[in-house]
């Protein structure tokens, strides 16, 4: 029996490489987990197939965190399904990269629309399916607790908002008996990082500390099952930095 059986879980982005590992570390847990995607219908029935082979319970649900009437659609099919959720891990978010002189205001706000505004209609959504002895985590970034490599200013400040949320609703849930946290996870291994930026990966790898490989989706899902286990049960409000101690260098 794992920690989380019988606990019901929802992983926004559990369509991608770090949900995908969220999700199968929770269902492995015990937890039923509701994959909350947009436009990834295929990707995220993939992920709930995964989680029923290890004879998991899962279910996928349209939630385009990019609209605030999706975003409530889904949260609402959710509560006619389960009634209540006990877990909520805000996953989703979107990455660009471009020199600031030259970022138009369309994709500044197509980041924040997702890493910030998205979140908070998340965590609004399902604030009425969270109960005493619910937690939260959400996905924050290192790069919220130290500046990129440059043009990613949009990208580090909507991270960086994603950690004082964290912290703000931490205070403002905790006499509900609710639990919010956040990961911020360094550089994550996946096959187009490697393809697409190697000098970026090399420049990683050779500045972190225990030693040269990058963060995997698998360390991710460890951190995130930690905060959102009874082995956290006194952990609010925090930023835990998953980066093999890069941010040490």
């Known amino acids: ?17 770090i949900g995908r590992a ?22 995220a029935r993939e992920t709930v197939k995964l989680v029923m082979q290890g004879e998991g319970t899962g ?5 385009d965190l990019s609209r605030e009437e999706s975003v409530k659609q889904g949260f609402g099919k959710l509560k006619e399904k389960w009634g209540n959720l006990d877990i909520l891990v805000n996953n989703s978010g979107i990455f660009s990269l471009s020199p600031q002189a030259e970022l138009p205001a369309s994709e500044w706000d197509r980041v924040w629309g997702v ?25 924050a970034s290192i790069n919220a607790l130290h500046p990129g490599f440059g043009g ?11 950690a004082a ?23 994550v291994r996946s096959e187009v990082l490697l ?16 030693g040269g490989n990058l ?22 409000g925090q930023i835990l930095v998953v980066d093999g101690g890069y941010l040490l260098t």
Not at 152 to 162: E, I
Not at 168 to 183: C, D, F, K, Q, Y
Not at 197 to 202: A, Q
């Open 1 to 17: 029996m794992g920690f989380l059986e019988g606990k019901k879980a929802a992983v926004t982005g559990g369509s991608g490489p």
């Open 22 to 43: 969220i999700a199968l570390k929770l269902a492995r847990e015990g937890a039923a987990v509701a994959i909350l995607y947009g436009n990834s219908g295929e990707a």
């Open 59 to 63: 279910l996928a649900v349209q939630a």
């Open 115 to 139: 890493n910030m505004r998205g979140l908070f209609l998340s965590c609004r959504e399902a604030s009425s399916l969270l109960g005493e002895g619910a937690t939260v985590v959400n996905m």
């Open 152 to 162: 990613t200013a949009h990208y580090d400040g909507s991270k960086g908002g994603v």
């Open 165 to 187: 949320y964290t912290r703000s609703l931490a205070a403002e849930w905790a006499p509900r008996g609710i639990r919010v946290n956040a990961v911020a996870p360094g550089l």
């Open 195 to 210: 393809r697409e930026n190697p000098e970026l990966v090399s420049q990683v790898q050779s500045r972190t500390p225990l």
């Open 215 to 236: 963060v995997e989706p698998e360390d991710v899902a460890d951190t995130v099952f930690f905060l959102t286990s009874p082995l956290s049960s006194r952990i609010t």
